[in-house]
């Protein structure tokens, strides 16, 4: 039996990392603003700066902000065409806004499937259901060309096209950063992330109108016009200060540590030669940031197989994205607004697929070891 466990996900912090964290830490309880002030407004600004945008809003989840994001749209009791693969949690915040989940299936290369957009749409004109938005999720920074036509059609219909872009910071589509191609996108600062901060996130908006109802709707739904009224249904979803100084330590080391995921991806590329599996490539156009490194297996009972092989060896299988979707989820397909539809690449992807630690504290050692018992697998 191999002696060390390889974690699931570790984090570290050098020397250097801890005393940034102190200075900032010390300038929040300085100021003794605990909560959406300056540190959270450096933030915004160094996340515009590092994807080129405009007009981001810091927030206290991913989960909080899409869940501002469609109460801000007001999608209740219209449709909202979601990716059926992602975490309950876009599933939550659609339903907290009221809205209509229909599922939308991936492509054969396993992201948001613009054909399958087009029935989606369909179907639901021919329910007579208004379409209020679109939600692609870009799932392990993976998006090909066609979100491009997604965005087009959206436009072409006058529907808000959203990012849940959790996983895909500073992950890039022809040279476009992913988070900034759709009205609204949603970034993730959980403690997994690229950018990790514990809980936390990033809203973007494509324009200042949109980017001060954001701001609103994170504040109870505050009146645009009259101090101390609230015109809006919404909740409390500023980020604290404490999380705004973690995400900005993070985001200044952040391109060494994407590098680093970037490296151990390509090394599970260029090793991994089992006849059961195949790895998953990015998209045309596509450079991920590597949240997760992706395989998919033959069949289902491989990865099973897999999985019970790294049991077996002590090797923790970081967490699958998703192994159940959202189109099966029981909250969301016992709810009344919920439209089911065939789901044939989901289905097939969620079954199949399965995810090697990929993090930049894995040593080259525990990298190969993972390398071997995946070449070592036997059906």
Known sequence: MDKDPIRIFNISYSDKDKTRIHELVDRVIDEAFLTNHTLCREL????????KSLYSIATSSATTGLEAVFRTINVRNKAVIVQANTFIATAHAIQAAGGIIVPLDLSKEYVASYNDLLRAYAKCNELDIEVAAICVV?????????????????????????EDNAQGFLSSINNKFLGTIGNYSVTSFQTTKVVACGEGGIINCDNEERQVNI????????????????????????????????????????KDRIKRRQEINAFYKENVKSKFIKFLPSPKGNISSNYKTLFVANDPLITKGIEMLFKEKR????????????????????????????????????????????????KDEEISRIVDTLNKFVS
């Open 44 to 51: 915004e600004e160094k996340v515009n700066s590092l994807q």
């Open 215 to 254: 701001r609103n709707n994170i504040f109870f739904g505050k009146s645009k016009s009259i101090p101390r009224l609230f015109d809006y249904e919404s909740g409390n979803f500023k980020l604290s200060e404490m999380n705004a100084a973690l995400a900005i330590a993070d985001l200044e080391r952040c």
């Open 315 to 362: 090797i923790a299988m970081t967490g699958s994205v998703y192994r159940e979707p959202i189109s099966v989820q029981p909250r969301v397909i016992e709810s009344r607004k919920y439209l089911a539809r065939e789901l044939t690449n989901t289905a097939k992807f969620c079954n199949c697929h399965f995810a090697p630690p990929n993090y930049p504290e894995l």
């Open 138 to 162: 870009n799932i392990s920074g993976r998006a090909s060309e066609k979100i491009f036509k997604i965005k087009e059609f959206s436009e072409e219909h006058n529907i808000v096209l959203v």
